[in-house]
Nanobody
């Protein structure tokens, strides 16, 4: 079982940076591929980034590649998302999630169905 709590969201201006954190409880964080997703009002939840259990492999949506960086610290059970060069279109509620299967990433890491544990989200608003 993994419980996830996001923090670090806020209201910023275009071009600013934010770092989101996701604190995990439970003993399985270090064995799970983790992901960040986001959902804007009226839109479906979409993949943002993922990182495998060791932190050795990362994956990004094209829309954030080069601007966002996903990292993790297994020693403190925390996932991060560094967001630079924020744009108004990045405005959304950001969720962290843990994959259902331990020590597994697979090829469907962009799909919500691969993730069995979700946080409640943190709001990011970017003004123009």
């Amino acid at each position: 079982q993994v419980q996830l709590v996001e923090s670090g969201g806020g209201l910023v201006q275009a071009g600013d940076s934010l770092r989101l954190s996701c604190a995990a409880s439970g003993r399985t964080f270090s064995s799970r591929t983790m992901g960040w997703f986001r959902q804007a009002p009226g839109k479906e939840r979409e993949f943002v980034a993922a990182i495998d259990w060791s932190g050795g492999s990362t994956y990004y949506a094209d829309s954030v590649k080069g601007r966002f960086t996903i990292t993790r610290d297994n020693a403190v059970n925390t996932l991060y998302l560094q967001m630079n060069g924020l744009k108004p279109e990045d405005t959304a509620n950001y969720y962290c999630a843990a994959q259902k299967r331990a020590y597994y990433t697979g090829t469907y890491y962009r799909q919500l169905s691969e993730y069995g544990y979700w946080g409640h989200g943190t709001q990011v608003t970017v003004s123009s």
